[in-house]
């Protein structure tokens, strides 16, 4: 339903507009200047010619800016924030074993990632299960996931500052930063994630 799609896309539109000032620009614990994000800025006419077909409803951002930073930890539980991933244009999804799409596109995101195993590119795909990691570290072994590494926020604060940011409203969500850790972009939602569409996203985004 054309209609019904291009409606949604403009609600989410409008909504992470009025978020553009609260949560995203002059965040104090993320370093990075509007000035820094031009370099990002530059890529966003190519993403939006990009973002068609299975990517459709992907928000191409109006104004890159500092994305809010987000806490979470690796599998042995050592604290790091998006600050790690500077150099990388990073994809950032948020997802848990409960979310019956998150699963459905977790293998998606894996292929992704190796995709572009040559490129300054990475996908972070942070749990927000309340359970021990075990469980969705027993996930990502059943689906045989080769090329994501397992993050976990299991008091699911990046969720909630994405949420503030108007950036998240339910799971998955999807984040894409530049390698400056400039928001060019947000999905809500699944997407087929090692398609076509997908891939032409990711080139328009990486650096020439």
């Known amino acids: ?6 409606l949604f896309i403009a609600a989410v539109v409008a909504l992470a507009a009025g978020a553009v000032v609260y949560g995203i620009v002059g965040d104090a614990g993320n370093p990075t200047t509007v000035a820094e994000c031009q370099a990002g800025a530059t890529r966003t006419a190519a993403m939006d010619e990009a973002a ?4 459709a409803a992907f928000v191409v951002a109006d104004a890159v800016s500092p994305l809010v930073d987000l806490a979470f930890v690796d599998e042995e ?3 790091l924030t998006l600050d790690d991933w500077s150099g990388k244009v990073t994809l950032i999804n948020l ?3 409960w979310c019956v799409p998150c699963r459905e596109e977790m293998p998606d995101l894996d292929n992704l990632k190796g995709m572009f195993s040559d490129r300054p590119f990475d996908v972070v795909a ?7 990691p075990a469980v969705p570290i027993g996930f990502l072994e059943e689906i045989d996931a ?3 590494v397992f993050y976990h926020d299991q008091k699911a604060n990046s ?6 940011a108007g950036l998240a409203f339910g ?4 984040v894409l930063i530049d390698e400056n850790g400039c928001r060019l972009g947000h999905l809500p939602g699944p997407a087929k994630w090692d398609g076509d569409d997908a891939q032409a996203l990711i080139r328009a985004a990486l650096p020439s």
């Open 1 to 6: 339903m054309p209609g019904m799609r291009m």
């Open 52 to 55: 068609v077909g299975e990517l």
């Open 77 to 79: 539980g050592a604290p």
């Open 95 to 97: 997802w848990a074993t």
């Open 126 to 132: 942070i749990s927000l299960d309340r359970a021990e």
């Open 146 to 148: 080769k090329n994501l």
């Open 159 to 164: 969720f909630n500052a994405l949420k503030e």
């Open 171 to 174: 799971l998955p969500a999807t």
